[in-house]
């Protein structure tokens, strides 16, 4: 996952040399997923995040996907870019399949990403919450997020995405009653639906809210 801030003005710039490139085929070129795009609307100050499959460490670094890699241009397409953007930020992280995410990107097109930094000894309790949010989303009739573990790069221990249809369907209520969701928040591990977001603060050194749509 990569997050990218644009020169002022080269934003659609920085658009159209992926959209060129997925046309050119220059992913299957180097042997990779195309990319998934997601464009800020609100929050977080980066411009684009980028989320692309790698497989494994072991694949993706093998000699013979390094050699495919180098043949198919991949630093020339790292060059340009570099000259369109003022930021960017990697990491490396596990998630879910990569046929999961990419059946949820085509499907939708209004994307909420939160990424979180734990406090120190709290990674592993940050990864339960976010499983247990989605326990709670999935028992009020919502839609749960993707999770992701970071593993090699910038600070984010874990980013979740939520992915739907419009923004109409992010901010629709869910279809239960108060008391419903406060047996569900329960069922699900917090002492009430109002403690979900305050268990979540105690864990956290950071925390960063992303609306994106397609670009």
Known sequence: M???????????????????AAAA??????????????RHSQGDHW???????????????????????????EAAFAQALRKLVVFREDLFAYGPPAAQVQAAYADNGFFHIEMFAALAAQHDA???QRQMENAYLRAINSRPNLIWVGDQGSDVDVFTIGFYPSMVAFAAPAPVTDGQAEAAAKASGFKGRAFIGTYLRELLHSHHDTLAVKP
């Open 2 to 20: 990569s997050t990218l801030r644009a020169a002022p003005g080269a934003l659609l710039d920085v658009l159209a040399l992926y959209t060129d």
């Open 25 to 38: 085929g220059h992913w299957q070129g180097l042997g990779e997923a195309e990319p998934m795009l997601m």
């Open 47 to 73: 411009d684009l995040l980028v989320l692309q499959p790698i497989g494994s460490y072991s694949g993706y670094y093998a000699h013979k996907r390094v050699a495919q890699r180098a043949v198919a241009g």
């Open 126 to 128: 940050l990864l339960q």
